[in-house]
C-alpha cells in the first residue's frame, strides 16, 4: 500500500520560509517523478515543482528563485523549501508521486499553507 504523508504546513508572515516534507512508503522515491502541487480556494490546482528519478528539477515560473525541491533517499521522503512567502502562496499543498515508468499517480492527504501579509 502506497502512502504518501506530508507536513510543514501552516501560518507564516510574508518573506517567511517553511519547509514541506512529503514522506513515502510503498514506493521508492529515488526512481519516481515527485510533484508538487497546490490548490487555492475557487482556483485550480497548479503544479509547484517536480523532481525525476535523475534529480532533475522544473518548477513554476511563480515561485523559480523562492522555492526549492529535493529528495532525501536515505529517508525516502521529498521536501519543498518555501523562501521569501507571499499571500499569493497560500493554498493546500500536495505531493503526488508516480514510478517513473508508470501512470498511476499517487497522491498524500495536503498540508495547509497560509502567509499572512
Known amino acids: 500500500q502506497v502512502q504518501l504523508v506530508e507536513s510543514g504546513g501552516g501560518l507564516v508572515q510574508a518573506g517567511g520560509s517553511l519547509r514541506l516534507s512529503c514522506a513515502a512508503s510503498g514506493i521508492t522515491l529515488s526512481i519516481s517523478v515527485a510533484t508538487w502541487y497546490r490548490q487555492a480556494p475557487g482556483k485550480e490546482r497548479e503544479l509547484v515543482a517536480l523532481i525525476n528519478s535523475g534529480g532533475n528539477t522544473n518548477y513554476a515560473d511563480s515561485v523559480k528563485g523562492r522555492f526549492t525541491i529535493s529528495r532525501d533517499n536515505a529517508k525516502n521522503t521529498v521536501y519543498l523549501q518555501m523562501d521569501s512567502l507571499k499571500p499569493e502562496d497560500t493554498a493546500v499543498y500536495s505531493c503526488?508521486?508516480?514510478?517513473?515508468?508508470?501512470?498511476?499517480?499517487?497522491w498524500g492527504q495536503g498540508t495547509q499553507v497560509t502567509v499572512s501579509s
Open positions: 503526488s508521486a508516480r514510478l517513473y515508468y508508470a501512470a498511476r499517480n499517487y
